[in-house]
């Protein structure tokens, strides 16, 4: 039997829900970049960054291409830095809408 489709979304977004697969995309929206480049700019081990990637693939959200010895990541197309870009957007305005909140109760006492 197929998994419904808000299942199926659930488990995508559950797959997002770590900090360094999230990081890990941003920094291939400037573009494919090596592992060992991306292990410079992450404070995490090897073995932890290779799991995170791992998921990455598996889900299709990046790619790999060997280049010599070296591996290179790139995202697995433009839908994965657009959603990157409207997650920004949507907590810019839970963020706004906070401060405001925020400056209205400093406001009040």
């Known amino acids: 039997m197929p998994v419904p489709l808000h299942q199926a979304k659930a488990e995508f977004f559950r797959m997002l829900g770590h900090p360094v697969r999230i990081r890990v995309l941003e920094l291939l929206q400037a573009g494919p970049m090596p592992v060992r480049d991306l292990l410079a700019m992450l404070d995490i081990e090897p073995s932890n960054l290779s799991q995170q990637l791992a998921q990455l ?50 406001a009040a006492d």
Do not use: C, P, W
């Open 57 to 106: 693939r598996r889900y299709g959200l990046v790619t790999a291409t060997r280049e010599g010895s070296t591996v290179v990541y790139a995202l697995a197309g433009a839908d994965v830095a657009e959603l990157l870009r409207a997650a920004r957007r949507i907590l810019t305005e839970l963020l706004a809408d906070q401060g405001t909140l925020l400056a209205e109760l400093r």
